[in-house]
């Protein structure tokens, strides 16, 4: 069995730690943390543990699939573009371009996709792309930008209170929950507005 370790980052959400993805030559995957890593060390959150699983399950789509009459019907990738650019062009041609609206999903891997969803629809002349960032993450970052010029990296050694916001750090961003749980021992005053 030929196995291969190759250092990287994951990109499920923004802290980006640090993972070690050993792909053994029949395709299996296995994600693990990577103690080298300088800022995680080795941990990785619960959704990147579950990556290996999601992406390893005998279930998951591998190829496109046509709707037709008896039910699914799996065809090549290339029938699969040409079906979607005849429909594109379609709604293009008898609706404008703006009709036709990019939405994202947030798989385990949505940032690597999200540059090439927007240059489609751009190219494709619609300015309609979006994801489920457009409703969490972008007006985050859009109302600390307006606010201050970006999003803040909290000082937890010099700062003596904190406030979140409608969110839930423990689940979005575990790295950043642990560094607030140490701060709090340590004697940070947390206040947390949960809508």
């Avoid at 190759?6 to 730690?17: A, G, L, S, V």
């Avoid at 591998?62 to 039910?71: A, D, E, T």
Wanted: include cysteine; glycine fraction near 10%; hydrophobic fraction near 35%.
């Amino acid at each position: 069995m030929d196995t291969h370790i190759t250092p990287t980052i994951c990109r499920i959400c923004k802290e980006n730690c640090g993972v070690l993805v050993r792909q053994a030559h029949e395709g299996d995957l296995r994600i693990m943390g990577n103690p080298d890593h300088p800022l995680s060390k080795g941990f990785i959150c619960f959704r990147g543990q579950q990556f290996s699983d999601i992406r390893n399950h005998p279930e998951r789509l591998s190829k496109p699939l046509l709707r037709q009459k008896g039910g699914w019907k799996p065809i090549p990738y290339e029938d699969a573009m040409d079906i979607m650019a005849e429909k594109f062009n379609r709604c293009r041609k008898m609706y404008g371009a703006q009709s036709v609206a990019f939405l994202k999903g947030e798989a385990l891997k949505h940032q690597e996709i999200r540059g090439y969803m927007k240059h489609l629809a751009h190219a494709f002349g619609s300015p309609n792309y979006m994801s489920v960032g457009s409703l969490c993450h972008q007006s985050l970052a859009m109302g600390h930008g307006l606010t201050y010029g970006g999003i803040p990296k909290p000082d937890f050694q010099k700062i003596k209170s904190a406030v979140l916001w409608g969110t839930n750090v423990a689940v979005s961003s575990p790295r950043l929950f642990s560094r607030i749980r140490k701060a709090v021992k340590k004697g940070l005053k947390l206040v947390v507005v949960d809508p």
